[in-house]
């Protein structure tokens, strides 16, 4: 089995900062591509950063110089750093994963996590 938990979400004036963190666990074999997604209310989930296995990183437009993804392979951890938070940044965050399992080392499967709730205050 494998779990994606994302924690680091909360309540925060706007021009304040958060860092989201997204674990995962279980029987992984290898992690490629670690996205967080957000949708707020009303709204469909959009993609807000991704980052490849080789370090790579992609932004949405609305987020790009206030955001931050990064991961840690060793731990497979990622995170998402941010920053200058707007009162349209209010959302719930998932984390998204693309990985293989050490049952099925060559099938790439996706793995969402519950997320996790920010709100950004005015």
């Known amino acids: 089995q494998v779990q994606l938990v994302e924690s680091g979400g909360g309540l925060v004036q706007a021009g304040g900062s958060l860092r989201l963190s997204c674990a995962a666990s279980?029987?992984?074999?290898?992690?490629?591509?670690m996205d967080w997604y957000r949708q707020a209310p009303g709204k469909q989930r959009e993609l807000v950063a991704l980052i490849t296995s080789g370090g790579g990183t992609n932004y949405a437009d609305s987020v790009k110089g206030r955001f931050t993804i990064s991961r840690d392979n060793g731990k497979h951890m990622a995170y998402l750093q941010m920053s200058s938070l707007k009162p349209e940044d209010t959302a719930v965050y998932y984390c998204h994963a693309e990985l293989s399992t050490l049952q099925f080392p060559s099938a790439t499967y996706s793995y969402w996590g519950q997320g996790t709730r920010v709100t950004v205050s005015s």
């Open positions: 279980g029987s992984i074999s290898s992690i490629n591509k």
